[in-house]
């Protein structure tokens, strides 16, 4: 029997398998670059907006028949041929999707896409209730399933082209879904001239169907899906253009920080630190055979006088007129920092001999002594100038730097405007370290060491939410000795370990001294290089924790960023324990170190504390302002608290509270101070259950300590 086609329909069913495959191939494409678990959404939805669409390309198609009878359909095999269409589409996009896409996934996406839409075809065919049955021409069924199998292979070869972009993109993309179209509706059409209905054929059972609205209804719902899905994809792409931006954001401030983090904010100098890196290479280098270098330590003699006569301005603008000059007198290649004040630093590079030194320097000298105007007097600088010599004075940056110093002391008590060479019979200093060194490794057991505490402020409501503890070291013939001195010496000889156990023991117990007088705070503890990478480390945590009975979250534990930075991997993995525990992890001295902030999404990490060399120079500093306003808001974003470090005038606070940081430390509101000299003012300002962090200490209250299962569902 002839079956003459309604050709509007027939178009309308290939235009229907066309777009559904165009909007299928644009999911795919998502779902090779969601991650979990959007990728799973794209998956469910692609394949059911594929799967409709294959399916109402084969009813459009059947309905595009003018049959002399009505078609009955059984229901549940309908049904059943819809889930096939969806299944197929699903593995299809699966596989288009998988990151690895080579000729085997091409040849398996093809088999079973054209595989799957045959099934489909046939399945809904023997839906139809009829009588005598379908008869198939053998031929023509099996050209209808390769016709399938090679279109769909053909269309997922060319989004794979797509993928490694060599071919132009919208294009690839719309052949790739006319391939698709022609492979739904060639084995749909040739299928169909397989089959051959008996001229007095007639349908019972089944339903029939009204083929006018049910073409309608289908194309509307298709259409509606499509509209659908391209409006999520398009939303997609939104999103990671967002992203996109977001990262570029994060670049920018990281070059910014790292200028920073290397640059004198005043003269563009480089820093301390980065003069200390530069010194290290330089060592490095005369080692491996670059030969002599030197350092010189500069200093202005006068200039406290300009500085306090003619104001900080005019003090500013002579020590950057001094750093131009300094420029100018040293040759390429040769390192110039300022270290604070009026002091420089410069790092020759490899010399020819000794005497070249004391020629720069006598050269540096000439140069600062020329007249200078500021405002509209004419001022005079004088300069003094000490000299070490690698290697004869010194082969560590230390003993280089601190001979140079030596000298330039050297040069100042021979009255200024001269240079001086370290000589020998100055140095005291091998002996002192030693000395410093013996005694260290005697204090813990002498009792020497105790530990002071300075409070942190909620910005908002200027409560005290949290407790810092820093070490303090009364030498018996010294008196106090600063941290930044015996910290690194600590280190360095390892004595840190028992000394850090001491500390968190000692903050544990005061901690819980006060939580047991109605003084719930929190005590953050700064953990030391050697301390975070101690295989005992958490075991020691949870036994101070244990010993005194201290809810974990009144603990906090500062690390620095360096630390964090060397050995990325095992930082996160004792982070997440750490976060597993439920104590607190901030990162100490913010921006000073690798200033790398995209690493921040890896780790759990709690809060960030800025450094107070940023607070410092938002006085008069634009950019620092702009820097600290970047990393609150980054902070915020990434859900972590922002505390400020060394913050010392209502300006500052004011300027910080605007910018709407979180909490703040420093002098202004106190220094730090041993436990009961501090206690009047912690009792006056304590915050009613931690008021500023409230929020983060309920979501880490909600976990059990100990939970390993917990780490995926981290609060931050
Ligand atoms: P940090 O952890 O960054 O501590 C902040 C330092 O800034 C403290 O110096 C504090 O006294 C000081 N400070 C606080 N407010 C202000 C302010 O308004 N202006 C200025 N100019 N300074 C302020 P401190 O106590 O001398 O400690 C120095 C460093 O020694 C600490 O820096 C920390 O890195 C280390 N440290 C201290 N105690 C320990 C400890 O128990 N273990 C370890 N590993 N390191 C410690
Ligand atoms: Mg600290
Ligand atoms: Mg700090």
Redesign the pocket.
């Known amino acids: 029997m002839h079956v003459p086609y309604n050709s509007w329909l027939v178009a309308l069913s290939i235009a229907v398998a066309v777009s559904v495959s165009y909007t299928a191939f644009r999911l795919a494409a998502r779902v090779a670059e969601a991650i979990r678990p959007m990728r799973s959404y794209w998956l469910i939805g692609g394949a059911s907006a594929m799967g409709i669409g294959i399916w109402s390309t084969h009813f459009i198609g059947m309905l595009a028949i003018s049959m002399p009878m009505v078609l009955r359909y059984d229901i549940p095999m309908t049904v059943a041929s819809l889930l096939i269409a969806i299944i197929t589409s699903w593995m299809a996009i699966r596989i288009a999707g998988t990151e690895r896409f080579g000729r085997g996934a091409v040849a398996l996406g093809g088999l079973v896409m054209g595989g799957g839409i045959a099934a489909m075809h046939f399945l809904g065919m023997a839906a139809i209730d009829i009588t005598p049955a379908i008869r198939y021409q053998p031929a023509l069924v099996a050209a209808s399933i390769i016709v399938g199998i090679g279109a769909s292979s053909g269309a997922l070869w060319l989004t794979f082209q797509l993928r490694g972009g060599r071919t132009a993109r919208p294009l690839a993309r719309l052949g790739a879904a006319v391939l698709m179209g022609l492979a739904i509706s060639g084995t749909h059409y040739i299928g169909m001239a397989a089959a051959s209905f008996a001229a007095h054929s007639r349908c019972y059972g089944g339903v029939a169907l009204d083929n006018a609205w049910l073409a309608v209804t289908i194309a509307l719902v298709t259409a509606s899906l499509l509209g659908f899905t391209l409006m999520t994809d398009m939303y997609s792409s939104e999103l990671a253009a967002r992203a996109q931006a977001h990262a570029a954001r994060l670049q920018q401030i990281n070059a910014q920080l790292r200028y920073q983090a290397t640059h004198d904010g005043l003269t563009g100098l480089l820093n301390r630190a980065a003069f200390l890196k530069r010194l290290a290479a330089a060592l490095r280098a005369a080692r491996a055979g670059a030969g002599r270098f030197a350092v010189l330590a500069l200093d202005l003699d006068r200039f406290k006088l300009i500085n306090d006569s003619l104001g900080h301005g005019a003090g500013d603008r002579l020590l950057c007129e001094v750093a131009r000059r300094l420029c100018a007198m040293t040759r390429p290649g040769d390192a110039i920092a300022r270290m604070g004040g009026d002091e420089f630093l410069v790092l020759t590079r490899p010399l020819a001999s000794a005497e070249d030194a004391g020629a720069i320097a006598t050269q540096i000298i000439q140069g600062l002594s020329k007249p200078l105007r500021l405002d509209s007097l004419e001022v005079l600088v004088a300069s003094s100038i000490g000299i070490s010599h690698y290697p004869s004075d010194g082969d560590t940056p230390e003993a280089l730097l601190a001979h140079a110093d030596e000298a330039l002391y050297g040069a100042k008590r021979q009255g200024g405007r001269t240079f001086q060479c370290f000589v020998a019979q100055m140095n005291g200093f091998p002996h002192e370290r030693l000395q410093l060194e013996s005694d260290l490794n005697h204090a813990l057991a002498r009792g020497q060491f105790e530990?002071?505490y300075?409070p942190r402020v909620d910005v908002v409501s200027a409560r005290v939410t949290s407790v810092?503890?820093?070490?303090?070291w009364r030498h018996p013939s010294r008196g106090p000795i600063?941290?930044?001195t015996f910290?690194p010496i600590?280190?360095e000889t390892g004595l840190?370990v028992p000394?850090?156990a001491w500390?968190l023991n000692e903050?544990c117990r005061q901690a819980r001294r006060w939580h047991s007088s109605g003084l719930s705070l929190r005590i953050a503890?700064?953990?030391?290089a050697l301390?975070f990478r101690q295989p005992g480390l958490l075991r020691m945590i949870a036994a101070a924790l244990a010993a005194e009975g201290l809810p974990p979250r009144l603990l906090e534990l500062?690390i620095?960023e360096s630390v964090v930075m060397t050995d990325a991997a095992s930082s996160v993995a004792i982070l997440e324990q750490l976060s597993r525990m439920g104590v607190i992890v901030s990162v100490?001295?913010f921006g000073t170190g690798y200033s790398n902030m995209s690493y921040l999404q890896r780790f759990p990490i709690d809060r960030l504390?800025i450094?107070?060399s940023f607070?410092?120079a938002m006085n008069d500093d634009p950019q620092s302002t702009l820097i600290v306003q970047a990393i609150i808001s980054l902070a915020h974003n990434l859900r972590m608290k922002v505390i400020a470090?060394?913050?010392?005038t209502p300006a500052q606070l004011r300027r910080l509270a605007s910018l709407g940081c979180d909490q703040y430390?420093?002098?202004?509101f106190g220094?730090?101070m041993p436990a009961e000299a501090l206690e009047p003012q912690l009792r006056a300002h304590a915050s009613l259950g931690d008021a500023g962090d409230t929020a983060l200490t309920s979501a880490r209250l909600a976990r059990p300590a100990w939970d390993p299962g917990l780490l995926a569902s981290n609060d931050r």
């Open positions: 530990l002071y300075q810092e503890a820093l070490l303090r600063s941290p930044r910290i600590a280190e840190i000394i850090g500390v903050a503890v700064n953990l030391s301390q500062e620095t100490d001295d504390k450094d107070a607070i410092s470090e060394g913050v010392e430390q420093g002098f202004l220094q730090p």
